[in-house]
Nanobody, 123 residues
Framework: VQLQASGGGLVQAGDSLRLSCTASGRTIYRNSMAWFRQAPGKERDFVAAITWSGDSTNYADSTKGRFIISRDNDKSMVFLQMNSLKPEDTAAYFC?????????????????WGQGTQVTVSS
């Protein structure tokens, strides 16, 4: 499956931004999906994950309460609504697909990666 992330940009602290991830090649309706991010000079970190049905989500402590992950299986899309953005949220954001039934909060679980979309939050 090919994943295409979009929606990044330059925003100010406190603003909101919505990222989208579109899958092509095959449907993702049976995949757990996740977002990761990587700041310059740092390792790639987990941001949020969602089960194939959308009935369960998981967030990093740093994003819990501010970010919301969701999905539309009919459109093979996954979203990340980011609210109350902070400068430390600045990073390239990557969407990821994990196998059915697999957790998706670690890079080792990821089967497919999308290219990153840059989010820059100014103070």
């Amino acid at each position: 499956v090919q994943l295409q992330a979009s929606g990044g940009g330059l925003v100010q602290a406190g603003d909101s931004l919505r990222l989208s991830c579109t899958a092509s090649g095959r449907t993702i309706y049976r995949n757990s999906m996740a977002w990761f991010r990587q700041a310059p000079g740092k390792e790639r970190d987990f941001v949020a994950a969602i089960t194939w049905s959308g009935d369960s989500t998981n967030y990093a402590d740093s994003t819990k309460g501010r970010f919301i992950i969701s999905r539309d299986n009919d459109k093979s899309m996954v979203f990340l609504q980011m609210n109350s953005l902070k400068p430390e949220d600045t990073a390239a954001y990557f969407c990821a697909a994990c196998p059915y039934g697999s957790p998706c909060h670690r890079e080792s679980f990821v089967a497919s990666w999308g290219q990153g979309t840059q989010v820059t939050v100014s103070s």
